[in-house]
C-alpha cells in the first residue's frame, strides 16, 4: 500500500519559513517524478515544485527563490522549504507522485495546511 505522509504545516507571520516533509511508504521516491501542489480556498489545485528522477527541479513563478524542492533518497523523503512566506502562500500543501512509464502511477498525500497570517 503506497502512503505520502506530509507534516510540517502551521501557522506563520509572513515573512517567516516552514518545511514541508512528505514521508513515502510503498513507493521509492527516486523513482517517481515527485511535486508540491497547493489548494488555496476556493481556487484550484496549483503546481508548486516538482523535482524529477534525475533531480531536475521547476517551480511556479509566484515561489521561485523562495520556496526551494529537494530529496532525501536515505529516508525516502521530499521536502519543500519555504521562506519569505506571504499571505497569499496560505493553503493546503499536498504532496504527489507521478509516473508514466512502464504504466502511469499517480499518488496523493493527505496534505498539510499552511496558514501565513500575522
Known amino acids: 500500500q503506497v502512503q505520502l505522509v506530509e507534516s510540517g504545516g502551521g501557522l506563520v507571520q509572513p515573512g517567516g519559513s516552514l518545511r514541508l516533509s512528505c514521508v513515502a511508504s510503498?513507493?521509492?521516491?527516486?523513482?517517481?517524478?515527485m511535486g508540491w501542489y497547493r489548494q488555496a480556498p476556493g481556487k484550484q489545485r496549483e503546481l508548486v515544485a516538482t523535482?524529477?528522477?534525475?533531480?531536475?527541479?521547476n517551480y511556479a513563478d509566484s515561489v521561485k527563490g523562495r520556496f526551494t524542492i529537494s530529496r532525501d533518497n536515505a529516508k525516502n523523503t521530499v521536502y519543500l522549504q519555504m521562506n519569505s512566506l506571504k499571505t497569499e502562500d496560505t493553503a493546503v500543501y499536498y504532496c504527489?507522485?507521478?509516473?508514466?512509464?512502464?504504466?502511469?502511477?499517480?499518488?496523493w498525500g493527505q496534505g498539510t495546511q499552511v496558514t501565513v497570517s500575522s
Open positions: 504527489n507522485a507521478h509516473k508514466e512509464w512502464p504504466g502511469m502511477l499517480d499518488y
Open positions: 510503498g513507493i521509492i521516491v527516486s523513482m517517481f517524478d
Open positions: 523535482i524529477t528522477r534525475g533531480g531536475w527541479t
